[in-house]
């Protein structure tokens, strides 16, 4: 079944601690996104790649950042220097211009 | 820059009722709008797509219309059931097609 695996689903990040978030499609996607959503809000996007090799800052980048070696992987990690990580991230596919799939979710929680 | 806005924030109807959700969005400059619904601790789940050529786009039970000149587009969703309560939410391009911009959604209970 094609689709996008998020993993791991529940995260526990340390104070100081740098995390990575996986996230694979095998949907043939040139573009990958991640957003984060937090309670009662709208989803806001961090990072977007639309080939391999390239990607763009979104709306709230700082504290964050991505790699796309690979068409099929964008994985995102976050950084000590994001102050207010604990939320739910969500991965999401597209072809250029066309219907936007997500995955299930990354739900990080700082202790 | 690209604003997109629900309404209502909330909805709780009986089972069976139509129901017509709101979304608003300011850069009427858009090649498609597309809706989602979401259930508790989960991803987004795509509904429809509709291309700005189009004026609706219908799935089942769902039928989505998109006015670009008034930048609006409602969500219908017919003989409504238990199983629809969820989140819906509509986004929207801002400057590029790879840029999409979300609402806050609406946050459905429909009760049997």
């Known amino acids: 079944d094609g689709g996008i695996t998020q993993s791991p689903k529940y995260l526990f990040r340390k104070e100081g601690q740098n995390v990575t978030l996986s996230c694979e499609q095998n949907l043939n996607h040139d573009a990958m996104y991640w957003y984060r959503q937090d309670p009662g809000q709208g989803l806001r996007l961090i990072y977007y790649?639309?080939?391999?090799?390239?990607?763009q800052k979104g709306d709230i980048a700082e504290g964050y950042s991505v790699s796309r070696e690979k068409k099929e992987s964008f994985p995102l990690t976050v950084t000590s220097a994001q102050k207010n990580p604990t939320a739910f991230y969500l991965c999401?596919?597209?072809?250029?211009?066309?219907?936007?799939?997500f995955g299930e979710g990354s739900r990080l929680t700082v202790l | 820059k690209q604003e997109v806005t629900q309404i209502p924030a909330a909805l709780s109807v009986p089972e069976g009722e139509n129901l017509v959700l709101n979304c608003s969005f300011t850069d009427s400059a858009i090649y498609n709008l597309q809706w989602f619904r979401q259930d508790p601790g989960k991803g987004l789940t795509s509904l429809l797509l509709?291309?700005?050529?189009?004026r609706e786009q219908t799935s089942g039970r769902l039928n989505a219309s998109l006015d670009k000149s008034s930048g609006r587009s409602t969500l219908y969703i017919a003989a409504s059931q238990p199983g629809d309560s969820a989140t819906y939410l509509c986004?929207?391009?801002?400057?590029?097609?790879?840029?999409?911009?979300f609402g806050a959604g609406t946050r459905l209970a429909v009760h049997p």
């Open positions: 790649s639309q080939i391999v090799n390239d990607f």
């Open positions: 509709i291309q700005s050529s189009q």
């Open positions: 986004a929207a391009p801002s400057g590029g097609y790879n840029k999409l911009i």
């Open positions: 999401a596919s597209s072809y250029p211009g066309g219907e936007l799939f």
